[in-house]
């Protein structure tokens, strides 16, 4: 064998192994979809089913008989919500920083990013209890505020370095222009920032739409997200596979398409600008 | 811009920030040296370290620390080594690759909640889930993951949804990685292993570091996998400590002993944390 029937042979030999992984990895996800257009019967057959005619019943039982729509609002209305606010407050505060690079700016970061390891469980009495005495448990704002602040300090850290490579000659010509710092913002940075901002906000929605340690133990029924919703499912005694999957399916559907698509900001955001 | 305008623009996050650190921060801390039982509202008053001391007695403690340090340490390894290989073997151009990466990292992307049910319902059901049919076939005991190796199978469950962020991390750095170094190593016959000591691994020596931090810092927290699968049990071979200061407060109710456990869990995590902000920081050019 030469060198180069080695060297392919070696490629070759890799490039499958790479597929049987990549098969292994995805197979949970594509036995759940699978499951989800399995009458509740074929879901739990003796052996697995991996032909079996497709019903959509599951779909339309959880439209009419489960909230889901109310859950998947819910969901909604929280993520988008608490990005919204997070970059909101962000998006000035990067902006003076990226431009206007102080003494201790870096430390600022990094005590921001800093809040972001302070574990949840760690607070978990004084939010309870707080949201208890505003009569605010079981509620979306809380869960808001929550998303808020929970991403404020990664979407800080994306956007600065995303607008520290935004040319400052740019900045000074609109300024000897007379333009407002909120003309400049809305007018100037955000356009030129616009790839950064729209990621960032991807990978705060998916964080928040996941998160399930406050949907969980921050509501019961009228503010209950996705998460705390397949979460009831636990019980043991309803084995409800296919209407699971069915549920289970619709709720991840979304977070996995906009995780393919901010997958290269995804790594800069969730290893705080680390690894680029 | 103006001193007084640049103050104006920063202090919204900052003060927010520091409210939703020093709020909470402070209200644990106190509540943590205080008798607090919402069971019991009439018995109060400064109590010093006693709730620390019944947390650290309760004989659940020296379980649950140790189901951390284990979920922690092996999700860790499991991570990190699958990720280094599935990372090198897709870091090379074939036909489909694309797709191959998709699905690699989909389930990092899948709600917590959802793979905890996936996994628990139709993978490791002893009577009707795949592995038991799969063990069936091969005539073998159906295993009953969940009954006889929790704290396993949870590892098992957090590392096929972590995995994928390892490989999502090593496979963007390995893209920077220098080729015609390793081609010129290749032709002078250096053999992979050689090439992965030499060239690959200290160029992914960064990156390794930030994953094993990032991931510390989720997985001393662990809950969703737990409460939806095992509930901590059986006994408590499955509760970590996050999950025995949810049971203190959510049904002991005992918000001052729930509070010195959280001031525990902010410690442990704070310890990694030291680290990951010096490993960022040195990337971060002001």
Not at chain 1, 56 to 62: A, G, M, V
Request: proline share 5%; glycine share 6%; aromatic share 12%.
């Amino acid at each position: 064998m030469t060198d180069k029937q080695r060297v392919k042979l070696y490629n070759s030999i890799a490039v499958s192994f790479a597929w049987v992984a990549a098969l292994l990895f995805f197979f949970p996800i594509f036995w759940m979809v699978l499951t989800g257009f399995k009458t509740e019967a074929q879901a739990i057959a003796i052996p697995p089913l991996l032909f079996f005619e497709p019903t959509l019943e599951n779909y339309t039982e959880i439209q009419s008989r489960t909230n889901y729509g109310q859950f998947a609002l819910n969901s909604i209305i929280t993520s988008f919500g608490g990005t919204f606010i997070a970059l909101l407050i962000a998006i000035p505060s990067a902006y003076s920083m990226a431009f206007n690079t102080g003494r201790w700016t870096k430390d600022i970061l990094m005590w921001m990013l800093s809040t972001k390891m302070l574990p949840a469980v760690g607070v978990l009495m004084p939010i309870y209890l707080l949201s208890q005495k505003m009569g605010m448990l079981d509620s979306k704002i809380v869960l808001v505020v929550i998303y808020a602040m929970m991403n404020l300090p990664i979407v800080m850290l994306i956007l600065f370095n995303y607008f520290r490579e935004i040319p400052k000659e740019i900045l000074e010509a609109s300024r000897m222009d007379g333009t407002s710092t909120f003309n400049e913002i809305k007018d100037i940075v955000m356009p030129l920032a616009w790839g950064g901002i729209a990621s960032t906000a991807l990978l705060s929605i998916i964080l928040s739409w996941n998160e399930a340690f406050w949907s969980i133990v921050l509501t019961t029924t009228e503010a209950s997200t996705l998460t705390a919703f397949v979460a009831s499912f636990q019980a043991p005694e309803g084995l409800f596979w296919a209407k699971v999957s069915a549920v289970s399916t619709l709720a991840c559907a979304p977070i996995v398409v906009f995780g393919w698509l901010a997958q290269k900001q995804l790594v800069q955001g969730l290893t705080f600008g680390a690894v680029k | 811009m103006s001193k007084t305008l640049v103050r104006m623009l920063q202090a919204p996050s900052i003060i927010l920030l520091f409210l939703w650190m020093i709020v909470p921060l402070s209200m644990t801390v106190y509540f943590s040296t205080i008798r607090y039982n919402l069971l019991y509202p009439e018995r109060d008053g400064f109590i010093g370290l006693d709730n620390y001391r019944f947390f650290w007695t309760d004989p659940s403690f020296v379980p649950a620390l140790i189901n951390t340090l284990v979920l922690v340490g092996s999700v860790l390894a499991i991570t990190v080594v699958l990720g280094l290989a599935v990372s090198i073997l897709i870091d090379r151009p074939f036909r489909g690759r694309g797709i191959a990466r998709v699905m690699l990292i989909s389930p990092f992307f899948i709600m917590p909640t959802v793979s905890a049910l996936v996994w628990k319902n139709m993978l490791m059901d002893p009577n009707n889930g795949l592995f038991a049919a799969f063990a069936n076939a091969l005539g073998m005991q159906p295993i009953e993951w969940l009954q006889d190796m929790p704290l396993f199978s949870i590892i098992i469950m957090v590392s096929w949804q972590w995995t994928p962020f390892a490989i999502l991390i090593f496979m963007t750095s390995l893209q920077s990685q220098d080729q015609e170094q390793k081609e010129a190593a290749t032709l002078d016959g250096a053999g992979f292993w050689s090439q992965f000591y030499n060239l690959t691994l200290p160029h992914l020596a960064r990156p390794i570091s930030i994953v094993i931090l990032i991931q510390m810092i989720f997985h001393l927290a662990v809950f969703a996998e737990i409460f939806v699968t095992t509930s901590g049990g059986p006994g408590v071979q499955s509760t970590n400590l996050t999950y025995l200061i949810y049971i203190q407060s959510q049904q002991a109710f005992d918000v001052g002993v729930a509070s010195a456990g959280g001031v525990f869990a902010i410690i442990l995590a704070n310890i990694v944390a030291i680290f990951l902000i010096r490993a960022v920081g040195k990337t971060l050019t002001v």
